[in-house]
């Protein structure tokens, strides 16, 4: 396989919203039902650590609209399995692996994505 | 452009392996590369196929039609014919990796939507198998609605496919029911249903590839690797390639001194 890693790059200040305006985004905590909320505890990606996996729950509610659609076109979904494959040294940026693709995001870019974390 | 002529966009994800076909399909030489981001602007070439000729035009990789970036914005303004000269959008052959499917069939379901005739290739279906994946290309042609080649385009693999697709550019199916790309959670559920039909099994992870990350992005490990790689670069500079250059001069004298 040819290194699937992409960093995402977010180089576009003001980037137009080009989808459309009916275009719906999932809105933070809609994929988390009332039962497991209250059960297990969510966090943000930034805060897995190497050689564990958790389970996408949404958005953070301050996310830029352009930035989790491309996340969610990247395979970063309301209930995909997210695995940290490695951190730099610095903490950013991370390597993950969802949807069978290694992915590099920056740390601020992995804080806008909720995760439940899976108590293995 | 010529009348008569169709008009065919390669569209894919990055690193889908759109130039590789490209250059196979028009004899072109566009630069490609293992890694994403390779192409930034179109470029267009010919290709003769059976029923007359085709231009396509190749693309830079984007992952869905919502632009983030110059590049995939490029994509954008091609589709909607805003660029100088052109047209609308002709017939779109999406480029998608086998190996990523899952994220690939968002873009499908986008220019699909389009509503312009489509049709797929897939790439990268050795190594979906060599990784022990599967994908039955006829179950996915039914499952989406479009024809769909399998290549490996940069072995020219499945190439007789692709040209024999190009020949009925014109006549490739557009959407009777639009796949969802409104709601992203439709868009999900209708993506599950279409690899389900086709017999999708992901591959496993590249274990060389791993392997090769294990070391070199280890935070000692790949920065000793760094600075041996800078040494031995500067070494057959300066110690092996020093003597070639006397050589050199040597050979760029003789013709000289015959000369006079």
């Known amino acids: ?120 | 452009m010529l009348t008569g002529t169709l008009d065919v966009a390669l569209i894919g994800c990055p690193n889908a392996g759109k130039s590789s076909l490209f250059n196979r399909l028009t004899g072109l030489s566009a630069t490609t590369g293992n890694y994403p981001g390779v192409t930034v602007t179109r470029s267009r070439g010919r290709v003769r196929t059976t029923s007359g000729e085709v231009t396509l035009t190749d693309l830079p990789g984007t992952y869905s039609l919502a632009a983030a970036s110059p590049d995939e914005q490029v994509v954008l303004d091609h589709i909607h014919g805003k660029l100088p000269g052109e047209g609308e959008l002709g017939s779109s052959l999406v480029v998608m990796d086998a190996t990523t499917l899952e994220r690939s069939m968002i873009l499908f379901a986008q220019v699909f939507a389009l509503g312009r005739p489509t049709a797929v290739v897939l790439t990268m279906v050795d190594e979906l198998r060599a990784g022990g994946g599967d994908v039955d290309p006829q179950r996915l042609s039914s499952a989406l609605g479009v024809p769909v080649a399998e290549v490996v385009a940069h072995k020219g693999r499945g190439i007789e496919a692709v040209h024999d697709l190009l020949s009925r550019a014109a006549d490739w199916p557009t959407a009777v029911v639009e796949p969802p790309v409104q709601d992203r959670a439709e868009t999900r559920a209708w993506i599950d249903s279409v690899l389900e039909t086709a017999g999708y099994r992901a591959n496993r992870p590249n274990a060389v590839s791993q392997g090769i990350d294990r070391i070199l992005l280890h935070p000692v490990w790949g920065v000793a690797v760094f600075f041996l790689v800078m040494f031995l670069f500067f070494q057959v500079i300066f110690t092996v390639a020093a003597p070639v250059q006397g050589w050199d001069r040597h050979w760029f004298r003789c013709p000289g001194r015959l000369g006079r």
Not at chain 1, 9 to 20: I, K, N, T, Y
């Open chain 1, 1 to 120: 396989m040819g290194l699937q890693s992409v960093l995402v790059s977010w180089s576009l200040p003001g980037a137009r919203p080009l989808r459309p305006a009916s275009t719906r985004i999932a809105p933070a905590d809609t994929a988390v039902s009332a039962t497991t909320a209250a059960s297990v505890s969510t966090t943000h990606l930034d805060a897995i650590k190497p050689g564990t996996t958790a389970t996408i729950c949404g958005f953070s509610e301050s996310v830029d609209p352009v930035l989790a659609q491309r996340l969610q076109d990247l395979g970063f979904n309301p209930g995909a399995e997210v695995s940290c494959l490695r951190v730099a040294p610095l903490g950013c940026p991370m390597m993950l692996r969802v949807g069978n693709a290694d992915l590099c995001l920056r740390k601020q870019q992995a804080r806008s994505i909720r995760i439940t974390l899976d108590q293995r």
